[in-house]
């Protein structure tokens, strides 16, 4: 069973910094691709910054140079360290992963519930 539970969102003032945190639990998943998305109101969800299985890391580039991917294997957490931030980052920010659930041999795509960041004076 797959879950993701996202943490560290909240309300920053521009050019401020934020870290978000996604605790994976992957029972049975093999992961080829996994980080972060968000959604602003109004917007479709968009891609921020990924992870794939060979270990190299992908920003939008509205991210780039803002924005750091991390992953520990061996915490199961994926991390997103966000800094200068604008009040065009204000969305909520959605943990990802794409993979192959071993159990079922079928691939499958897994979403957390999301963590609001706020970014406003």
């Known amino acids: 069973q797959v879950q993701l539970v996202e943490s560290g969102g909240g309300w920053v003032q521009p050019g401020g910094s934020l870290r978000l945190s996604c605790s994976a639990s992957?029972?049975?998943?093999?992961?080829?691709?996994i980080g972060w998305y968000r959604q602003a109101p109004g917007k479709q969800r968009e891609r921020v910054a990924l992870i794939h299985s060979g270990g190299s890391a992908h920003y939008s580039s509205f991210a780039q140079g803002r924005f750091q991917i991390s992953r520990d294997m061996a915490r199961s957490t994926v991390d997103l360290q966000m800094d200068s931030l604008r009040p065009d980052d204000t969305a909520v920010y959605y943990c990802?992963?794409?993979?192959?659930?071993?159990?079922?041999?079928?691939?499958?795509?897994?979403w957390g519930q999301g963590t609001q960041v706020t970014v406003s004076s």
């Open positions: 990802y992963t794409g993979g192959m659930n071993r159990r079922l041999s079928s691939p499958g795509d897994y």
């Open positions: 992957l029972t049975d998943f093999t992961v080829n691709v």
